[in-house]
């Protein structure tokens, strides 16, 4: 893809990424709508997600069957076979789906390139926190190998910090063992980012599990005081308070900034760097009000 092209895309969202070939090639439409056998699906070969939890593909499967399936899937057809088309997004409402005994879904058909389809995928997965941190990784690294993308480029894409972005690609460095961990979720990316570099990472990432440490324990451990902490120390600031702005830096991928004030009173203070960051942010407040 040409450079002018790629900096057209950085910073829009994954609705933009998705419709965009077809305005590009002048296509006159914006998407294909169909309803397709399961038959003719096919698993995403750039979907960075590998780890697909039997009890939520159960979950997802029974409100298919209550409900049926209301968003449909994201697809390209697959080239040299007749009504055969590639998962590009949703493929695990099209495993649940299975599982719900369904016969067809509904599906888009889009035009995508193999870059196209890694940066939907991508970014699908990350808007609706589906990845592992590893699996985040990987993703990232893909796109960056085999595309071109510098890392501030590709912050822009995904709509998250660069120092975000570092952070999760540093985890790949860990050893096998441990990012196995990680995937299965026991160790949060905040713990093994202590870990990375050490020739006992795979003993103390046991060690974190097996007795609960927090990610403040594992730094006084292995004496690698956390990025927040070498910040000059703020008048009225403590190590609860830094422990906190790194925990949500660290989940929202944006800097943070706790500001405390008289008594129990403070400022709360989360820097974005566009408007997508702003409504990812607002996203993430609003997901559990109604619940």
Known sequence: ???????????????SLIGERYEEEGAGRVDDQRTVPLASLRAGRFNPRRDFSQAHLDELAASIRERGLVQPLVVRPVKGEADTFEIVAGERRWRA???????????VVRALSDQETLEIAIIENVQREDLNAIEEGEGYRQLMSNHGYTQDDLAKVIGKSRSHLANTLRLLKLPESVQVIVREGKLSAGHARALIGRPDAEALAVRIVSEGLTVRQVEALTQEPAKADKRPKRAGEDADTRAAETELAEALGLKVEIKPGRGEKGELRIRYGSYDQLEDVRRRLLKHRDT
């Open 97 to 107: 789906a299975q599982l719900a005994h369904l016969h067809e879904v509904p599906v």
């Open 1 to 15: 893809m040409a450079a002018a092209a790629q900096k057209k895309r950085l910073g829009r969202g994954l609705a």
